[in-house]
Structures are given as structure tokens and as C-alpha cells.
């Protein structure tokens, strides 16, 4: 089959997590402008409903379905109406997450409310969505599950414990999901947003400066990785995290523009 | 497919004689793009399969030509290049996919064959990288990947020698995509695992059905499954994707 005939996801749908925003409405979107039928999950109906809208325009079916992503029998029951709407769930994309639990606080500070808090949003929540549909991904004999990561899951900062922590537990997820799974022809993969930031003010635009790609992710960057990573095109990769950082994290703690001297040494 | 067109471009895939590099060259032609291959000798083995890969790009109506250069020796690659990109376009993607893998006890070897093994899997990918992208970085724009064994950070007996030159590819990888994104030219890998179509102790059967057991995903990768990373990545969709390397090994390096 030509190449671009494999990234085709017409007949297949996404459940898309914290959909009613930023990458999340991204995701979607690609996803259904590559051919999918969308499940929208998130807390607030509004969002959700306007992501909704951008589908439909789109040509593609959308389910808003109000979900706290951290309680597993509302994931259980969104995602047995998922299944009851559409027929089958062939993508997975557990993209909720965020939070800023416990930020700035020494170990001695952190309170057992920061650590659930971390954890739940950004790693129980995943635990959650991708337990709910396993089953029926292994009885159809197909399943893609798409994490979402961060480039905080890959290494370590001062005072910096629940997000980092619980980004890479999503890492960790990824794996045991591709190797517990690998023979009902499910896949796992998770993506590594370097900054995207949600508005691109001025303000946050001057600061741009010190990425190495001087300049931040743009939003509409992520649909097509997630497009990629959902599609047969990446039917032998999984358990593999992509960054999409503008090389951020291969760049490590490099001083914002620093070149080092050049020339022969004296 | 809504994305990941790369109508207009033109793209080099280098070392295009094996299955793999079939298989990297005709996805980019499918999506798209002009291309052109290079090939190390003019032995008749090499033209018949650098022919029979241009035929299948030309005969779903894309351009292309194949050269006969050694992709180290600079000065030769220089004028092979200019010739090439006077006569077609500029080249917009780099596809380094000239791979040695050699595969003896370290013992065994000699500097001789370090510097063979150098030439062959590291200076046939940085050359060819310094001679194309001037250009890329002039015209601020391109896309440069390289084909890297998992064996940079795995280790397999008798492979001491080619896990050293993956390793040198995958940091080359690291820093020039930093230097390099700034100038809109981004600088990836694209990682394998054991292969079908590569040299190594899998063409053996017994080790044959034990990597089939050993992969998560059960079975030896084939050209087919890099197809859609190095589309991905020459796409303009990837502009943010920098100094990665995209692992395509059917599971093997999240467990193993």
C-alpha cells in the first residue's frame, strides 16, 4: 500500500482525553482530518462541544463525553458509552494531564494531597483510560494507545517532584503497555512535547529565546505526530517515547545560546 | 492523506543498493517527492538495483538520478552533488542511509579496520551531511536523517566495532540538530533494530527463530516498517522534531 494510504485512519476512533484544549484539540483535529471519528473527553462540556464543532467540520462523527479522568468507574462508564456509539475504539490518546501539585515545595513540604494529586492527574488518569479499553482492544485484535509525556519526565530539577514524577511514570506506562500487549497487535507509544505554550503572548514570545530552536512548538506541530503514532504507518514502533521539542532536551542544561569558542585551540 | 506531502522536494538517499534503502527511497517517492540515490561502485550488482529502484520512482512520475561516488572522498561528492542539484534541484532531504555493519570479534580487528569501519558508517554519513547541508542551511531550510543501529547503546558480542560507529552517528545526530535548527534544517535518526535485510548473525535460522521469540512484536523488522518515520520526519510536519532518534525495532529497546 503507497505510503500516505497508511497514515489514513478513515473507519477507526480516537478517544482523545483533555480534548476541549491546546494539544489535546490538536490531536483531534489531525486525527480527524486524517480520517478518524473523535470521542472528546475532558471536564467541562463547553470545550468539549467547541472541539466538537471543528470535527464535524471535518466530515467526522464526535462524542463530547464529560469525564473525571481520575475516577476510574466515570472512565469505565465513557468509555462502554464510547463503544456503545461508535462500535468499536480503535485509538486511545491519554493526553490529560497538567497540574502544578506540590511545585516549589522541599520534600519536608509536599503534603500526601500534592503526591495524589500529581500522580492522578497526569498518571492514574492514563492507568485509567488505557485499563478501561484494553480489553476490548484485545478482543478485536487492535488497539493504539498514544501517551503523553513531557520532557520533564526525562530528567530532574530542584523542588520539582510531582510532575516530573508522574510524567515519567507515563513513560514507564508506555512500555509496560507495548510489552504486556505487543501480541494482540496493540501498540504504545507516547509523545515528548518540549514548550508549547498554551497563548503565545508577546510577553511568553520574548522568552523564546532560550529554546535551542529559538522558538517555541506551535500548536497544529502535534496533530501529525499524533497522526503518525496512531496510523498503521507505525505499525513496528512501540514502546517508544518521540520528543517534539525543537532538540530542548538533547540541548540538556546548555546555556540559551551559548557556542562554544571555534577555531584551533591555543 | 492531509499530510506529510512532500510534492516539490527533492531527496537523496544515499547507499541505495540494499532492500531498506528500496524501501526508504520509494516512500519518499510515494509521498512525493524527486529522487535521487548514490551508489559506492559502478559493479554491476549496485547499477542493477540502483536502476530498478530509480525505475519504480520514475514510474510513478517523480525525477532522479543515481551517482556512482565514494560518499567520504569530499572533493568527488562536492562536484556529484553541484552536477545533481544543477540538473534536478536542490537537494531538500538527506536520507544517510549508506550502513556498514561490521561484525567480528574486536580481537580480530586491526586499525585497519577501524578505519575502514569509520569510513564506511561514519564519515560515508558526516560528509555527505557537510556537502548537502551548506546548502540547506543557505537556503534555511532541510531535513537530515541518518539511519542508526539500536547497537549504539546495546551491546552484542563481535559488534564492538559497529556499535562504536552507531554511537558516533547518534551523537553527531545530537549536536548538529542543535546547531542546525535554528537555520530551519533539522538533523534526526532513524533507529533499527534487527532487519530482515541487513548483514548479521539473523540470516543464521536457529538465531533467526530465537529473535522471533526475543521481539516483542514477533517478527524481524522489513524495509516496509521505516517507511512511515522517514516520511514523518522529511515531512514539513516535523519541523519541531530535532536531534531525535525515532526508534522503529519492533519493541526490542523497551524491554531488552
Given at each position: 500500500m503507497p505510503i500516505l494510504d497508511r497514515f489514513d485512519l478513515s473507519g477507526r476512533t480516537a478517544i482523545v482525553t483533555g480534548?476541549?484544549?491546546n494539544l489535546g484539540r490538536e490531536m483531534s483535529l489531525a486525527l480527524a482530518e486524517a480520517g478518524a471519528d473523535i470521542v472528546g473527553v475532558g471536564r467541562r462540556p463547553e470545550p468539549l462541544e467547541e472541539t466538537g464543532a471543528m470535527v464535524r467540520d471535518h466530515g467526522r462523527r464526535y462524542l463530547a463525553r464529560s469525564t473525571d479522568v481520575t475516577d476510574s468507574s466515570d472512565v469505565n462508564a465513557m468509555v462502554a458509552e464510547a463503544i456503545a456509539e461508535?462500535?468499536?475504539?480503535e485509538i486511545l490518546v491519554n493526553n490529560a494531564g497538567g497540574g502544578s501539585a506540590?511545585?516549589?515545595?522541599t520534600l519536608s513540604e509536599l503534603t500526601d494531597e500534592d503526591w495524589h494529586e500529581g500522580i492522578n492527574t497526569n498518571l492514574t488518569s492514563a492507568f485509567f483510560c488505557s485499563r478501561a479499553v484494553v480489553e476490548h482492544f484485545v478482543e478485536h485484535g487492535f488497539g493504539r494507545i498514544i501517551n503523553v509525556t513531557s520532557g520533564w519526565g526525562y530528567r530532574g530539577a530542584r523542588h520539582r517532584f510531582m510532575y516530573p514524577i508522574s510524567k515519567a511514570g507515563v513513560i514507564s506506562l508506555t512500555k509496560a503497555l507495548a510489552m504486556s500487549y505487543a501480541r494482540e497487535n496493540i501498540r504504545a507509544s507516547c509523545i515528548a512535547p518540549g514548550a508549547f505554550p498554551h497563548e503565545l503572548t508577546p510577553e511568553v514570545e520574548?522568552?523564546?529565546?532560550?529554546q535551542p530552536a529559538g522558538r517555541f512548538g506551535r500548536l497544529e506541530e502535534i496533530g501529525p505526530l499524533a497522526v503518525f503514532l496512531a496510523s498503521?504507518?507505525?505499525?513496528?514502533?512501540?514502546g517508544e517515547t518521540v520528543l517534539i521539542d525543537g532538540g530542548a532536551i538533547a540541548a540538556?542544561?546548555?546555556?540559551?545560546?551559548m557556542v562554544p569558542a571555534t577555531g584551533e585551540a591555543n | 492523506m492531509a499530510f506529510f506531502d512532500l510534492s516539490g522536494k527533492h531527496a537523496l538517499v544515499t547507499g541505495a543498493t540494499g532492500p531498506l534503502q528500496r524501501a526508504l527511497a520509494i516512500a519518499l517517492a510515494e509521498a512525493g517527492a524527486d529522487v535521487s540515490l548514490t551508489t559506492a561502485t559502478n559493479e554491476m550488482a549496485e547499477e542493477v538495483q540502483a536502476n530498478s529502484i530509480l525505475n519504480e520512482c520514475w514510474s510513478i512520475g517523480r525525477r532522479g538520478e543515481a551517482l556512482t561516488v565514494a560518499l567520504a572522498d569530499e572533493p568527488a561528492l562536492s562536484d556529484a552533488i553541484a552536477g545533481l542539484e544543477a540538473r534536478?534541484?536542490?537537494?531538500?532531504i538527506l536520507v544517510n542511509a549508506a550502513h556498514a555493519a561490521p561484525i567480528l570479534p574486536f580481537l580480530d580487528t586491526s586499525s585497519e579496520h577501524d578505519a575502514a569501519a569509520f569510513t564506511a558508517g561514519v564519515a560515508s554519513v558526516l560528509t555527505p551531511t557537510r556537502v548537502v547541508g551548506r546548502g540547506m542551511v543557505e537556503r534555511g531550510s532541510g531535513r537530515v536523517i541518518n539511519l542508526a543501529s539500536i547497537l549504539h547503546d546495546r551491546g552484542v558480542p563481535n559488534c564492538a566495532l559497529y556499535s562504536a560507529t552507531q554511537g558516533a552517528i547518534v551523537g553527531f545526530t545530537k549536536s548538529l540538530g542543535i546547531e542546525w535548527i535554528r537555520s530551519g534544517v533539522t538533523v534526526n535518526a532513524l533507529g533499527i533494530g534487527?532487519?530482515?535485510?541487513?548483514?548479521?548473525?539473523?540470516?543464521d535460522a536457529e538465531i533467526h527463530a530465537a529473535l522471533e521469540r526475543y521481539i516483542p512484536l514477533r517478527r524481524l523488522g522489513e524495509g516496509s516498517d521505516l517507511q512511515g518515520a522517514v516520511v514523518y520526519l522529511a515531512s514539513?510536519?516535523?519541523?519541531?522534531?530535532?536531534?531525535e532518534l525515532i526508534v522503529v525495532d519492533g519493541s526490542i529497546t523497551a524491554h531488552g
Open positions: 480534548a476541549g484544549s461508535f462500535g468499536t475504539i506540590g511545585r516549589g515545595k520574548n522568552r523564546s529565546g532560550l498503521d504507518a507505525s505499525e513496528y514502533l512501540s540538556g542544561l546548555t546555556p540559551a545560546g | 534536478i534541484a536542490p537537494i531538500d534487527f532487519y530482515e535485510d541487513l548483514p548479521g548473525p539473523q540470516h514539513d510536519e516535523a519541523g519541531f522534531v530535532a536531534s
